[in-house]
């Protein structure tokens, strides 16, 4: 019986924090942005545009998050 009810505990408190929790919303102008000068000024230096776009992804991304945390790149 307690074995149970600890279960069930648990599973509920995973549950509320599961619930508790929001996705990070992206700012998507200031990532389109970057994205957009990024991709034109790597497609301008003649690479090609599948390496462009993954190198401006990351890039942005990595900036995108760094601007959410405060953190310096």
Known sequence: MANKFIIRWITLCIVLVVASIKPI?????????????????????????AYCEVKCDFDCGAKEVSAKFNIAI
């Open 25 to 49: 919303e992206a700012d998507s102008d200031r990532f389109n942005a970057c994205f957009e000068s990024c991709n034109e000024k790597c497609k301008n230096d003649d690479y090609g545009n």
